[in-house]
DNA sequence: CCATGTCAAGGTCAC
DNA sequence: GTGACCTTGACATGG
């Protein structure tokens, strides 16, 4: 088992997602944010190796406006030597990388222009892990809207995602999530396109609830040999139903170590970041899971 | 220098 | 049909 968190690290002074306003767009920022954020992508990936955490998203802002019309800077060509100084490391130190574009992308939309806006996206992530070359990372994405029909939106899900190009297919994967789309609707989708199911246990616990030792098992085998991914949350006291914790709960993590089952990788998406990843890391060496 | 409003992109729900 | 909310940090501006 592989732990990791999400994109930010609060402990070591600096961030691998700084981004300016459209306003603001010039070539130079673009360079300087770059620059900035492939250098202290690099110091965090150190750092968690170090600390034994080998799961890592990478944050979409990594270069901002990739995908936007204003972009005018051959990044891929320019970055090429930093972008594949990160893949070494990661393949060296078997870490783990996704990356999760947000509400955004949206494949089953109506809107012809939101599901092109929506394939840029994911071609923009595609192009960041083809110049890292790390072939094996996940982009992890939700389903979409529901557009007042279900089963007809899930079917333009699919439609879209066959004509995508390959080097975003071999790596789209798709998350159950906490209103819409529950993870047998996910398994579904799975069932038709073979495209593997990030298993979220805070969102199924919102939606679906489907046994803990079920989902992961039936997630477990859209992966082939790859270990499950996962993400893990509890919720927040006292705040609105879904609402991410400040801290990990020792307990509730404790019990879902109980009850898990199988070869698993493991996302803490907890506000605070890489200080519960470390505690669960503990957790999980005391409990014998690695 | 600090406080506050704002940020590319969409959808859902309550009213 | 309109506005609040999701969710989040940090950018940017105005005082």
């Known amino acids: 088992m592989r732990i990791g968190y999400p994109c930010i690290n609060r402990r070591i002074g600096c961030t691998a997602n700084s981004t300016f306003r459209l306003n603001s767009y010039s070539k130079e920022r673009v360079r300087l944010a770059v620059s900035n954020n492939l250098d202290c992508l690099f110091k965090i990936l150190k750092w968690n190796s170090e600390n034994d955490l080998r799961f890592f998203r990478i944050s979409s802002d990594i270069v901002p406006f990739a995908s936007h019309p204003v972009m005018d800077v051959r990044w891929t060509h320019e970055f090429k030597k930093e972008l594949k100084l990160v893949g070494h490391l990661v393949r060296q ?29 994911l071609r923009y992530h595609a192009e960041v892990l083809d110049a890292m070359g790390i072939e094996d990372a996940a982009i992890q994405i939700h389903v979409g809207g529901m557009y007042g029909n279900k089963a ?11 004509r995508l190009p390959a080097n975003v297919k071999k790596r789209l994967a798709i998350e159950n999530d906490e209103r819409l789309y529950s993870l047998a609707d996910c398994l579904a989708i799975h069932e038709r396109t073979k495209i593997p199911v990030i298993f979220d246990s805070f969102h199924n616990e919102l939606n679906g609830r489907m046994p803990l030792k079920e989902a992961m098992n039936k997630a477990s085998a859209t992966w082939g040999r790859m270990p499950l991914m996962m993400d893990y949350s509890s919720q927040e006291k006292g705040k609105r139903p879904g609402t991410h914790a400040e801290h990990i709960d020792n307990g509730h993590f404790r019990k879902f170590l109980k009850e898990a089952k199988g070869d698993f990788d493991l996302m803490l998406e907890i506000k605070d970041k890489e200080k519960s990843a470390v505690q669960a890391l503990r957790i999980a060496k005391e409990m014998g899971w690695l």
């Open 93 to 121: 130190e078997n870490m783990r990388i996704s990356m999760h574009p947000d509400q955004f992308v949206l494949l089953n939309a109506l809107d012809k222009g939101i599901v092109q806006r929506s394939i840029a996206e």
């Open 152 to 162: 007809g939106a899930m079917d333009r899900f699919i439609n879209t995602y066959r």
